[in-house]
């Protein structure tokens, strides 16, 4: 049996998994895969080995602007832990990758009966609720500058290696603002040696300057993933 590369999965012992594991679905998202829709019941849980997920708030405009992304250290469809069975939030692989599937149904059964699975899933949930109140605080309280090196970080952390497949078009959304101003961005960042930035693809080059210009935008979640669940991301 070959342990799952999700790090919440992960916590699990041996023999939990092997009792869980014939409730999953091994599978890869493309990239643009829709995870759940506003409004819709949450038919499952992804548990992510690799990729990038994407928690889009929208308005009855269509407006939209990103408030969390999800990787390897966690899942989608936090709502379903919560007894909610859906969101007026839209979810979406943003860049592809593998997960471990599992129907809502079978996610409130095994959280019955694996209560250590149960504390670990509302841990993830409370984690992912100080990520979505750190993204109000930057937007609210940051400029564009620290805001767009604080996404890079974020993409990052749950992407293995330094190329992340991210177009101007998703920062623009992550940010919540036009494309024109990312480009200007971008260009700055690039200017101080902190990426590289090419058409769909962004090089982190210098991580500590990264962080230097996110300042204070980054790092509580991060800090609290760590407290709670004892491993960086």
């Not at 993409?155 to 078009?169: F, K, N, S």
């Amino acid at each position: 049996m070959i342990p799952p590369q999700n790090k919440l999965l992960r916590h699990l012992t041996t023999s939990e998994w092997s009792e869980l594991e014939p409730l999953f679905v091994h599978e890869k998202l493309d990239r643009g895969h829709v995870l759940h829709q506003p409004g819709e019941p949450i038919r499952y849980a992804h548990f992510f080995e690799g990729g990038l997920s994407s928690e889009i708030a929208l308005n009855a405009d269509d407006e939209r602007i990103e408030v969390g992304c999800v990787g390897h250290e966690g899942y989608s469809g936090v709502p379903i832990a919560l007894s909610v069975n859906s969101t007026p939030h839209q979810s979406f692989m943003e860049v592809g990758g593998s997960a471990f599937r599992i129907a809502t149904a079978d996610l409130l059964s095994a959280m019955e009966a694996f209560p250590r699975f149960r504390t670990l899933l509302l841990q993830f949930a409370h984690v992912f609720m100080i990520q979505i109140a750190a993204t109000a605080l930057a937007d609210g309280r940051y400029n564009i500058h620290q805001r767009l090196a604080r996404w890079i970080l974020m993409c990052h952390d749950r992407l293995d290696g330094d190329e992340l497949p991210l177009t101007h078009e998703f920062l623009a959304l992550m940010l919540g603002v036009r494309r024109s101003s990312v480009t200007d961005t971008l260009h700055l960042l690039e200017g101080e040696g902190s990426i590289k930035a090419t058409r769909g693809l962004i090089v982190v080059r210098n991580r500590h300057r990264l962080e230097n210009v996110a300042g204070h935008s980054y790092g509580v979640p991060e800090a609290e993933y760590k407290r709670i669940m004892g491993a960086d991301l």
